[in-house]
């Protein structure tokens, strides 16, 4: 009886060892099937829906100094005076800006043209940050299109545009 034992307990073994080896290589045969779908699913553009944990990395990045953008300190305002130009008499486009600002100006009346008699120079604003051109409004066209830059050191440049009617 106790060889019947031994020769038991020794099948048992070899049936444990048997069924661990071909547990384990179902498992790694599965594993490459779920790696294989994976990989296929990479190239396809899909995701895969494993039940395996991917790893998390993470990267927090902490500023040293907190960095504020601050709004423009230009300002900047138009007006045409009359309010309507007429032909062959003087316009005056007045800017508002801070003191100190240099402004450009550019116009074009509705046909394209530039006027002739008006400065594209730039003009710095007064103490109070005025700026005024004139010049005589021309034959042609209906109306004008002004477009005023001004900029200061250590600021942001700013524009502004106004659209003047023109008249008989």
């Not at 230009?74 to 032909?87: G, N, Y």
């Not at 209906?142 to 023109?166: C, H, M, N, W």
Request: glycine share 8%.
């Amino acid at each position: 009886m106790a060889k019947s034992k031994k020769k038991s307990h020794g099948f048992q073994n070899a049936l444990l060892f048997v069924m661990t080896a071909t547990l384990g290589a179902v498992g790694v045969f599965l594993y490459l099937i779920e790696r294989q779908k994976e990989k296929a699913g990479e190239k396809s553009g899909e995701k895969s829906m494993s039940l395996a944990r991917k790893p998390v990395q993470a990267i927090t990045i902490k500023p040293k100094k907190k960095v504020e953008m601050a709004a423009p300190a230009l300002t900047l305002s138009l007006s045409a005076e009359p309010k309507k130009f007429v032909r062959r008499q003087e316009g005056m486009i007045r800017a508002k800006t801070q003191p100190g600002a240099a402004c450009v100006i550019m116009a074009k009346y509705s046909t394209k043209r530039a006027p002739t008699t008006l400065s594209s120079d730039p003009v710095k604003a007064d103490e109070n940050g005025i700026v005024e051109w004139r010049w005589e409004i021309g034959t042609g066209g209906s109306f004008v299109e002004v477009t005023v830059e001004a900029s200061r050191e250590g600021d942001i440049p700013v524009s502004a545009s106004l659209k003047t009617d023109i008249v008989d």
